[in-house]
């Protein structure tokens, strides 16, 4: 089966009139005669009538095969042929994603990335910490490649919560899924330090990882809740507020990352020369997802350092303490607790997830980069090699004249 990868170009089949209309209209020159005296010519009182015919069939016959051909050329034939689309299942697209998470960072060696790309075209590398994010990219990629079959292939160390079962399905089937992980061991690690409130203390909490043991170590330290001002009518609502979210547990505050709750009218606040600029904007972030399922209107703006919040609440009521606690919590990033996990995906589920890639479909063929038309383009040149030698003028002699009339 022909098919066209660019059937437009077919148009440009009209351009063989170009050939036939220079053809017929070329001026023909009568041929001259050599006559003693005009007094022998028979006078006529009919008018000369020519019909004009084609002139050099055959050169017209081989420069409408040339503009022809190359019009062809250009629409890109394809012949689908079972020979073809073998040796498009015998070819591989492959993009290789390396995990370039602090867990798993420097275990992708080289020549494991460079052992994934051989034998494969197109190949394309996607560096990350974001894994389910770029099996998506990767297979949009994928989805834009030539007919042949299709594989992701993961190198990470496979912490718990990188991947879900979620993320492979999103996938489409027919491509293929391996999973390589690139170290084994989990070294034993120092955890970040929690800080959490308690009545008249604050519990420091020191957490260290090995394998699948957590040990955490406390120490209590006095109560502080610089970082944290809470703006109220009322000073005895806002120690009652702070009373209810220690009791709660809530996150410690911080002075360099100051955090302002209001009820009613905010007036404006100098933040803390300490304070960091760099961290409001994603706490807020955090924040709104937090409270996205309370009924209470909330204002959040993340400016110069400091998180401040608006309550349209009663300072004593139930979602003014849920919305503080929310914005201590939101301070911690827990994309950074989850790069302290320890706990691996299992092989088991890694192999469930594994799946080889399906033989590339036929149906694709419109992705594919080649062509029959190169050989079209063969026969082109050769018909202009033809054209040139057939339209070399041919050496006329010139007609005997005799010296004297008869």
């Not at 959490?196 to 040990?215: N, P, W």
Request: without cysteine; neutral net charge.
């Amino acid at each position: 089966m022909i098919v066209w990868l660019a059937p437009a170009a077919l148009v440009g089949l009209i351009a063989i009139a170009g050939p036939i209309a220079v053809h017929l209209l070329r001026r023909q020159h009568a041929r001259r005669i050599t006559l003693p005296s005009l007094r022998f010519v028979t006078a006529s009182d009919e008018s000369a009538v020519r019909l004009r015919r084609i002139s050099d069939a055959g050169l017209l016959l081989v420069r409408s095969a040339i503009v022809g051909t190359a019009a062809v050329a250009l629409a890109q034939p394809l012949l689908l042929t079972d020979r073809r689309n073998a040796r498009w299942a015998e070819r591989i697209a492959r993009v290789v994603i390396v995990d370039t998470s602090e867990s798993a960072r420097g275990g992708a060696a080289a020549e494991m990335l460079a052992a994934e790309r051989a034998g494969a075209s197109p190949v394309e590398t996607i560096e990350t910490d974001e894994l389910s994010a770029a099996l998506g990219r990767a297979a949009a990629w994928l989805s834009h490649s030539l007919p042949v079959r299709r594989e992701i292939v993961v190198l990470s160390d496979f912490q718990q919560g990188a991947l879900d079962t979620i993320d492979i399905e999103r996938v489409p089937s027919g491509i293929g899924l391996r999973f390589v992980r690139v170290s084994n061991a989990v070294p034993a690690r120092e955890g970040p330090t929690l800080r959490t409130l308690r009545e008249g203390a604050v519990m420091s909490g020191s957490v260290t990882l090995d394998g699948r043991r957590t040990s955490v170590t406390y120490e209590s330290e006095p109560l502080s809740t610089a970082g944290l001002q809470i703006l109220t009518a009322s000073p005895a609502k806002a120690a009652f507020l702070t009373r209810v979210i220690t009791r709660a547990g809530a996150t410690a505050p911080d002075s360099k990352q100051p955090i302002v709750i209001g009820f009613g009218s905010l007036e404006p606040l100098r933040p803390p020369a300490a304070a960091q600029r760099d961290w409001t904007l994603a706490a807020a972030q955090r924040l709104l997802r937090a409270i996205s399922t309370l009924e209470t209107p909330v204002d959040v703006s993340a400016a110069e350092g400091t998180l401040t919040v608006r309550v349209h609440a009663d300072p004593d009521s139930l979602p003014a303490a849920q919305v503080t606690a929310a914005a201590l919590d939101a301070r911690v990033d827990p994309d950074v607790l989850a790069e302290h996990e320890t706990e691996r995906i299992s092989d088991a589920r890694l192999a469930a997830w594994s799946r080889a890639p399906a033989p590339p479909d036929p149906a694709h063929w419109r992705q594919t980069d080649e062509s029959d038309g190169r050989w079209l383009w063969g026969i082109a040149l050769l018909l202009l090699a033809l054209e040139s030698v057939l339209r070399r003028p041919a050496t006329a002699s010139a007609p005997k004249v005799e010296a004297h009339a008869a």
